[in-house]
């Protein structure tokens, strides 16, 4: 009997009484057999074992037809009567079986609950619906039923139809609730239907998108433009005395790192700045991340400023708290509530037929004729609760902090051809003389035309945007360049059909030449950089007073000629904007300024009118993957995936960490890699803590002038004979010098954590260490700002600059020699002297080999799943348990702790990849990471001059090494 059945027999007979036994089918009276079918195999019956069993009785009896036995009715079933029947239980048994019975003939099945009793050529589906179609005798039954069921239907809540929930209000309230928890931003239905989307740092973000295009996006970052909306950031506005902000904002900055908040040409407007922040006074521990800054200009002899802070999500509130820190703002103001679309003002100046509604509002379901509550649409940051400040300011040094999350959207244009994007869809606000003219108005545009010395900034700042079609290339313009504008409604000079914009030779000649070469050179002046996007109130007022969508149709229905552009009406709000040059590729000496573009910043609610422009201009759209490509072929860390030793990286890594273990587990273990045999420790973390400090032990160990050692092998614990060897070569494994666990725990117990080097000097020092002093066909090159002195590199130098910067990483760019693709995780090693000798031999050498390594973990993995958890380790019962018995072992993955990260494979351990792919522009195999400050000089101490910089790169699911030049840009 199959399963199936044997279940669905034990259900039907669980009721009987166990004392009721019938003789055995399978033997007659007499003894004799049963014949047998199928090739002599008995057929399977199911057979009860019930308490008579245990007394020797024979089993009980089974559905099916009995073959053989003596006394036998006329179809072949036993008529033989039981030996033993209790009657109490037996009437028990009887019992369950006429309820169960008057049970099943009372139920009625189906949705018309009276087909029960219909044999099944009479059930109809159209009885449903009709009761006339039933017998007479069930129309009762059945009217009654349906009258019931409706009363049910009515109670019940049903979910909309389709058409329902696609009505205007009832869609805006969906999305409305499904902005609770992740926000949405302004273009996210946009990006829903092409991208997919992820849910990060609070938002729904696109990802990628759904159709392949990543040759695509690349070419456009390169030749065109490419478009992506970073209104995810989070600006953090600081009102203050210029004194008072300066000296609170230095306890978070430190001049080492590059130019901070007091550079002089950030501080005076006309340029967008970078900066490393830090918590107060822990340079150069406790980094927070970096951020763009950007300083209102000056107006008249006033000392007050306005700064502009615009950080990543992850990053805000740590920021937030030390700012209100160093700046002593802790009495909160303002709280702000949850903002929606409200609806335009009404205008005096307005005919009486602009106030009427346009169209009919949908009636109530209840009859009543009253119109429905319109729905708003979220605008800005809707998710935060009506009681949360926003505002804090400071009686002692009268700042104001305000934070402005989704107050200023933000979009990026990418590439060399993003300033024909923008003259081709912008166009400079018109003059409103005839609305200023009026004695009062709703729009903010008219007033401020009232001014002249707002209309000749205005008409300065415009003439200075049309220069900007005389120049060929966006990289020609100084990068940060801040340009204040105020234009009209993009909306009104959308094309018909979406075409490519590309240069015209008519305005490049047309263009004053001189004007144009002191833009490219000078830049734009510090009072052009002046804007009111800066003023709270002409937001709001532009974002209330923006024309909808549907009234911007019937003014366009109402054209005389069909699909002519619409001019600008003094009732139309002007937009003010702000354009900020985004620079290129800065460091390095190859593809200098790649991937520079514009950046624009809008009030919010003007998200889509300015977004659909850009599309019908040409320009494609990318995510946050191509963010990420855009900054891996600069030569750039990307906020938070390179930065290990902030708060925001750290919890970064951990997910995606934690991402990367699932899927890897739920691949089956002959579909995925088994890097315990590939001699990986960490295919999906980088354990930068114990480097930092494994190669601060071997350094120790093996002295300040000679570098760690080298000797073939796969990571085996070396000898006494390792010592001599360990200190007379390039280092390949670090044998006899290889880290013990307890070195790292006496180690770890100074508390020194490690950090990221971004001191801009010794960076450029190590820059040209790492370059080859007599290489064919390559000159060495003194970096800028490093002393020619400092080019030497000498043990008291390395020594002076390893106190000062003990357990540091820096940061490096990876260019393969050969063929091959690095990628994430992958590990940065140092050469064996063979192995350079091998390449000088042979230009085709490609790199050396990993041996294979044993995996010892295999079989207990195995016993583990088999819950033999005592039989591992039977004689250590007693003593403490063993890491590699605890049930969280997974086949292929190093369990914890891990061993020594610099000496466990053939080759010596110097770093890790965070970023690595097929470079487009280069041709090659490149990767970012980080390697040890400590490994790295040990390294280029033991290498010759003319391969100086050389090192080996092997991916996490590979056994190949390959050679890599290293590069230090800064």
């Not at 081709?424 to 009062?440: F, Q």
């Not at 348990?881 to 061993?899: I, K, R, V, Y």
Request: hydrophobic content about 30%; aromatic content about 6%.
């Amino acid at each position: 009997m199959s399963g199936a059945k044997e279940r669905m027999h034990k259900k039907k007979m669980r009721n009987q009484p166990s004392n009721v036994t019938f003789p055995s089918p399978g033997w007659d009276s007499a003894g004799d057999e049963r014949p047998k079918r199928h090739g002599g195999q008995t057929p399977m019956h199911d057979r009860r074992n019930d308490d008579s069993n245990s007394q020797g009785q024979s089993p009980s009896w089974t559905r099916g037809h009995h073959w053989g036995g003596s006394e036998r009715g006329p179809r072949g079933y036993s008529q033989e009567l039981p030996k033993y029947i209790t009657a109490s239980v037996f009437a028990r048994a009887r019992a369950a079986e006429v309820n169960a019975m008057l049970k099943a003939v009372t139920k009625t099945t189906g949705s018309a609950h009276v087909f029960g009793p219909l044999p099944k050529h009479m059930r109809r589906r159209a009885m449903s619906h009709n009761v006339k179609r039933l017998p007479r005798r069930l129309r009762a039954v059945a009217k009654k039923t349906l009258e019931k069921t409706s009363q049910q239907k009515k109670e019940q809540s049903k979910s909309k139809s389709r058409r329902a929930r696609r009505r205007h209000g009832n869609l805006l309230l969906e999305f409305n609730r499904r902005q609770r928890k992740n926000m949405w931003l302004e273009t996210h239905i946009w990006h829903a239907k092409r991208f997919h989307m992820v849910k990060k740092w609070g938002y729904c973000l696109g990802d990628r998108p759904t159709y392949k295009c990543y040759r695509a996006c690349f070419r456009a970052m390169t030749n065109h433009c490419l478009l992506q909306d970073l209104s995810y950031y989070c600006c953090v506005e600081l009102q203050g005395e210029e004194d008072k902000l300066l000296s609170a904002l230095s306890q978070l900055t430190n001049k080492e790192t590059g130019p901070t908040f007091a550079a002089a040409a950030c501080l005076s407007g006309r340029r967008q700045g970078t900066v490393y922040v830090y918590k107060a006074d822990q340079f150069p521990d406790q980094l927070l991340g970096q951020v763009l800054f950007m300083w209102r200009p000056k107006t008249g002899a006033s000392d007050h400023r306005q700064l502009w802070i615009w950080a990543h999500p992850s990053l805000k509130q740590d920021l937030l708290t030390e700012l209100q820190s160093v700046c002593q703002c802790s009495e909160p103001i303002n709280p702000r509530a949850p903002e929606a679309h409200p609806a335009p003002a009404p205008c005096p100046t307005e005919s009486a037929a602009e106030e009427k509604p346009i169209g009919k509002k949908r009636k109530r379901a209840d009859g009543e004729g009253l119109a429905s509550v319109s729905v708003k649409k979220i605008i800005g940051d809707g998710t935060c609760p009506p009681n949360k400040p926003v505002s804090w300011n400071s009686k002692t040094t009268g700042i104001v902090i305000s934070d402005l999350t989704m107050e200023i959207l933000r979009y990026r244009l990418i590439g060399p051809l993003s300033h024909c994007i923008l003259t081709d869809t912008l166009r400079p606000a018109t003059d409103s003389k005839l609305a200023g003219a009026t004695v009062s108005s709703c729009f903010w545009w008219p007033e401020h035309c009232m001014n002249d010395n707002n209309m000749l900034l205005h008409h300065q700042q415009a003439d200075m945007f049309q220069l900007f079609s005389g120049v060929c290339s966006t990289a020609e313009i100084p990068a940060g360049t801040v340009l204040g504008l105020t234009v009209d409604d993009p909306r009104l000079t959308i094309p018909k059909k979406r075409s490519k914009v590309m240069p015209d030779t008519e305005q490049l000649q047309g263009v004053d030449a001189e004007k144009v070469r002191s833009l490219t050179l000078q830049g734009v002046p510090v009072e052009y950089a002046e804007s009111s996007l800066w003023d709270q109130a002409v937001r709001d007022n532009v974002t209330q007073n923006k024309i909808s969508e549907q009234e911007l149709n019937r003014m366009k229905s109402e054209l005389l000629v069909p699909g002519s552009q619409l001019s600008p009406i003094p009732s139309q709000s002007r937009v003010p904007i702000l354009l900020v040059q985004q620079p290129g590729k800065q460091v390095g000496e190859e593809r200098a300024s790649w991937g520079t573009g514009w950046d624009i910043l809008l009030p919010k609610g003007w998200g889509m009118a300015f977004w659909v422009p850009l599309i019908y201009r040409g320009v494609r759209v990318g995510g946050l993957q191509v963010g990420l490509k855009h900054s891996q072929n600069k030569g750039t860390s990307h906020f938070p995936n390179d930065f290990p030793d902030c708060p925001a990286g750290v919890q970064f890594l951990k997910e995606q960490e934690t991402q990367l273990t699932d899927d890897y587990k739920r691949r089956p273990p002959a579909k995925r890699p088994n890097y315990i045999k590939h001699g990986c420790l960490a295919p999906f973390c980088c354990p930068w803590q114990q480097l930092a400090e494994e190669w601060e032990i071997i350094v120790s160990d093996c002295g300040a002038e000679q570098p760690a050692s080298v000797k073939g092998g796969q990571g085996s614990p070396a000898g006494p004979q390792g010592s001599e060897e360990a200190c007379s070569g390039a280092p390949s494994t670090v044998e006899g010098f290889a880290p013990q666990p307890e070195d790292l725990a006496a180690n770890s117990n100074a508390e020194t954590k490690f950090k990221v080097l971004r001191n801009k000097k010794v960076l450029r020092q190590l820059s040209a260490w790492c370059r080859p002093i007599s290489a064919k066909g390559q000159r060495a090159r003194k970096p800028a700002g490093c002393p020619q002195q400092q080019q030497q590199l000498s043990s008291q130098v390395a020594a002076s600059l390893l106190a000062a910067h003990c357990r540091s990483l820096v940061w490096t760019r990876l260019s393969l020699l050969k063929k091959g693709r690095p990628t994430l995780h992958a590990m940065i090693c140092i050469p064996t002297p063979g192995d350079l000798q091998q390449l000088c031999k042979d230009q085709a050498y490609c790199g050396p080999l990993e041996p294979r390594h044993t995996d010892h973990f295999k079989h207990k993995v195995k016993q583990l799943k088999k819950g033999d958890h005592k039989k591992l380790h039977p004689e250590k019962t007693s003593q403490a348990p063993d890491p590699a018995s605890a049930p969280t072992l997974t086949l292929g993955l190093w369990p914890e702790p891990l061993p020594s990260v610099t000496s466990h494979c053939s080759r010596v351990t110097l770093g890790f990849v965070t970023q690595g792919d097929f470079s487009l522009s280069t041709g090659c195999g490149e990767a970012l990471g980080f390697v040890s400050l400590t490994g790295l000089f040990h390294m280029l101490s033991s290498q010759p001059a003319e391969k100086r910089g050389l090192v080996l790169v092997r991916n996490a699911a590979s056994l190949q090494y390959r050679f890599a030049k290293l590069n230090i840009e800064v």
